[in-house]
Nanobody, 125 residues
Framework: QVLLVDSGGGLVQTGASLRLSCEVSGRASSDFHLGWFRQPPGKEREYVAAINWSGLRTIYHDSVKGRFTISRQNAQHTATLEMNSLKPDDTAVYSC??????????????????WGQGTQVTVSS
């Protein structure tokens, strides 16, 4: 019923910018908190950023603060992760995810029930 499709990954050089997009369908976008998660090669999945159902609250992992910006456009049924000053350590498969707003806003991956298919971001030195 709820479908998330993420896109925008690619191969870029250190210092470049990239924008990831997530399209939400099936239910109203405002029904969900949204987050971006990533899984670097050989590592566990980790949160990158999250934004609550209304867009008024955001959370960022320390490693991306000041470089990444999460936003959402509920009327357009989309969410965005703007990534700047990319580093090789940012290389990972990035996925958007949705958590029903009935739950408290947070970054625990276990609270997110709906996931996009993932998009590869590779940052070269």
């Amino acid at each position: 019923q709820v479908l998330l499709v993420d896109s925008g990954g690619g191969l870029v050089q250190t210092g470049a910018s990239l924008r990831l997009s997530c399209e939400v369908s099936g239910r109203a976008s405002s029904d969900f908190h949204l987050g971006w998660f990533r899984q670097p090669p050989g590592k566990e999945r980790e949160y990158v950023a999250a934004i609550n159902w209304s867009g008024l609250r955001t959370i960022y992992h320390d490693s991306v603060k000041g470089r990444f910006t999460i936003s959402r456009q509920n009327a357009q049924h989309t969410a965005t992760l703007e990534m700047n000053s990319l580093k090789p350590d940012d290389t990972a498969v990035y996925s958007c995810a949705a958590s029903d707003r009935v739950f408290s806003f947070g970054t625990d991956t276990r609270a997110y029930d709906f996931w996009g298919q993932g998009t590869q971001v590779t940052v070269s030195s």
